[in-house]
């Protein structure tokens, strides 16, 4: 079964910082496009960022260009998004979902990240 | 990227059909055959229920089916059911690994 397990969540200040994990099992992950779709509180799904399997190719939504940066270690099988400046619309919970270019077939449970001082 | 087009609610009573709209631009749902829906209850995270415009993944029943024609992207779940209440979403693929999402759809079953 295919499973992946969001790590990494929290209670930040504007302006902080943040490193998500997402641990990958069940298929084999180096082969795959990995992306990061969050959900603020009563809205809907944006994916703000993702990564071609080999991680040469990466895509940022613009409202996360510049300060987040994804990532990942196929030696792992884990998939990374590292949150900087954050800011209060940065409020969230963050999946990661494995990504075919026809849809994202497997889903995490979610990270909460807060942003509040 | 824009966000693609849904209605914000849908109803139908258990039995009947719905069709839930998803519209985009050739940039994207025209643009490419990589059309994909979710389920959503409160609470948890999306499901799969449509890849590829229409193909199922393995444990969805056929009651969901998907389409496109032009710009527009469809799904249709027929024989409603009361589990069926949640709210669905429609991606599409914009190409260079940028995925955008429509608004979301409630579905209520009467």
């Known amino acids: 079964e295919e499973q992946l397990l969001e790590s990494g969540g929290g209670l930040v200040q504007p302006g902080g910082s943040l490193r998500l994990s997402c641990a990958a099992s069940g298929f084999t992950f180096s082969p795959y496009a990995m992306s990061w779709v969050r959900q603020a509180p009563g809205k809907g799904l944006e994916c703000v960022s993702a990564i071609s399997g080999g991680g040469e190719t990466t895509y940022y939504a613009d409202s996360v260009k510049g300060r987040f940066t994804i990532s990942r270690d196929n030696s792992k099988n884990t998939l990374y998004l590292q949150m900087n400046s954050l800011r209060a619309e940065d409020t969230a919970v963050y999946y990661c979902?494995?990504?075919?270019?026809?849809?994202?077939?497997?889903w995490g449970q979610g990270a909460l990240v807060s942003v509040s001082s | 990227q824009s966000a693609l087009t849904q209605p914000r609610s849908v109803s139908g009573s258990p039995g009947q059909s719905v069709t839930i709209s998803c519209t985009g631009t050739?940039?994207?749902?025209?643009?490419?055959?990589?059309v994909s829906w979710y389920q959503q209850h409160p609470g948890r995270a999306p499901k799969v229920l449509i890849y590829d415009v229409n193909k199922w993944p393995s444990g969805v029943p056929d009651r969901f089916s998907g389409s496109k024609s032009g710009n527009t992207a469809s799904l249709t779940i027929s024989g409603l059911q009361a589990e069926d209440e949640a709210d669905y979403y429609c991606?599409?693929?914009?190409?260079?690994?940028?995925?955008?999402f429509g608004g979301g759809t409630k579905l209520t079953v009467l």
């Open positions: 050739s940039s994207d749902v025209g643009g490419y055959n990589y």
């Open positions: 979902a494995k990504s075919l270019y026809g849809g994202c077939t497997s």
């Open positions: 991606c599409s693929y914009a190409g260079r690994y940028s995925w955008v």
